[in-house]
């Protein structure tokens, strides 16, 4: 492109199933206010992929619109992918996993941190008080989707599944960790069960001491994840970088989640340097609310945030954050945040503050 044009952040909106779409449309209508207010260009195209276009065709991420995603776009902001009409998954499992599979999406970085001391279960736990990111990897241990079953629906049924770690997967996803630490609060803990997966979670002990000496400003410590959990519930303000394979950092980034005002408000940015960036909420298709005006859209604007601050809009982004946290604290919020707005009703409410 010549060097006059102007230059626009190409975002991809695959809102998915069940909620997915309601909250993907609500954060649109906050990057809308975000253009209206800060300028700058984006350019935006809908993807017609999940569950209902599976039912109707079977196809789950067509080569053609995979390689669009690859090569078109700076960002892919997310919904969420699950219905029970596909108890297999399979959908999913092409799409959203096939997605930070394929694109080699290895940091699943989820920020978690308390705006308002009303939305912690624990007692006695101010604003600010659990401030903590969960750097979880993203593209290997059981998620590898190596493993079978042998005579299935008979009394001699296997079922197996493979947990793969690789060298260069801790070494790159515990870089990324170190390094930030270093913007953070220089404290790093990695959660495993080396202890009883010696060898996939070993090899994260390895990989963390052998670079450790290398970050001597960064107190890079390990729990075992059982530990973790307990620690986290009762201890949220002694963490800050987390980091755990890609099942360990699942299970506690919706533990962490919960200490601060629960799913509706949990964004996440999967990523690797140089290719499209995914960015989705932790949250799942919540087919138990869909349709009745429930769904936080908070975790999927401030997922946008995310996306924001990587593409170099801080002012936006500092925007987008501040009028998600005000829109906590002055309660004009979803019921899960003890809020009577409705999911249309919170997005307009947030795009007038930004
Ligand atoms: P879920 O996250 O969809 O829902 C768990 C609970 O949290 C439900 O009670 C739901 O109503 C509530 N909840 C979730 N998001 C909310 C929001 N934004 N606002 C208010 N309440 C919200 O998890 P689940 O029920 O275990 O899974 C449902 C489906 O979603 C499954 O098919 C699962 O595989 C899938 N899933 C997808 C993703 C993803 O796409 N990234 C993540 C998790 C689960
Ligand atoms: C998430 C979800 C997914 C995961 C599921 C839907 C496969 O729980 O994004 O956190 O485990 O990665
Ligand atoms: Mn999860």
Redesign the pocket.
């Known amino acids: 492109m010549p060097a006059w044009m102007p230059q626009f952040t190409r975002i991809a909106l695959v809102p998915?199933?069940?909620?997915?779409p309601e909250?993907i449309r609500a954060a649109v209508q906050v990057l809308d206010a975000v253009q209206a207010r800060f300028g700058g260009g984006f350019t935006t195209q809908w993807f017609d992929l999940g569950a209902e276009r599976y039912l109707k065709t079977g196809e789950t991420l067509p080569q053609a619109e995979f390689a669009s995603l690859r090569d078109n776009f700076d960002a892919i902001l997310?919904?969420?992918?699950?219905?029970?009409r596909v108890p297999s998954?399979v959908h999913?499992k092409d799409i959203?996993l096939g997605l930070r599979q394929r694109l080699d999406l290895y940091v699943n970085l989820r920020p978690v941190r308390l705006v308002d001391a009303r939305l912690c279960p624990l007692k006695g736990v101010q604003a600010g008080g659990v401030d903590m990111a969960i750097v979880r990897e993203n593209t290997e241990s059981v998620y590898v989707g190596i493993g079978g079953s042998f005579k299935p629906d008979t009394e001699d049924e296997v079922a197996q599944n493979t947990m793969l770690s690789t060298r260069k997967g801790c070494d790159r996803l515990l870089r990324y960790a170190f390094e930030l630490a270093r913007t953070r609060r220089h404290k790093l803990v990695l959660c495993d069960k080396a202890n009883a997966i010696e060898s996939a979670h070993g090899l994260w002990r390895k990989s963390l001491k052998a670079m450790a000496p290398q970050y001597p400003d960064v107190q890079a410590t390990t729990l075992y994840a059982d530990v973790a959990a307990m620690r986290m519930t009762t201890h949220p303000h002694e963490f800050d970088v987390v980091v755990g394979d890609n099942m360990i950092g699942d299970i506690l980034s919706?533990l962490a989640a919960a200490l601060v005002g629960?799913?509706?408000l949990a964004p996440s940015a999967s990523t690797h340097p140089g290719r499209v960036a995914l960015y989705?909420?932790?949250?799942?298709?919540?087919?138990?609310?869909v349709g009745t005006g429930?769904?936080?859209?908070?975790?999927?604007i401030l997922s946008l945030g995310m996306l924001l601050r990587d593409q170099g809009l801080t002012q936006a982004a500092d925007a987008v954050e501040a009028a998600c946290a005000q829109s906590v604290v002055e309660r004009a919020c979803?019921?899960?945040l003890d809020g009577s707005l409705t999911t249309e009703q919170v997005a307009a409410w947030v795009a007038a503050r930004v």
Do not use: C, M, Q, R
């Open positions: 998915g199933d069940g909620i997915g909250v997310l919904g969420a992918f699950g219905d029970p998954n999913a959203l919706d629960g799913l509706g989705e909420p932790v949250h799942g298709s919540a087919p138990d609310i429930k769904a936080n859209p908070l975790a999927a979803t019921p899960d």
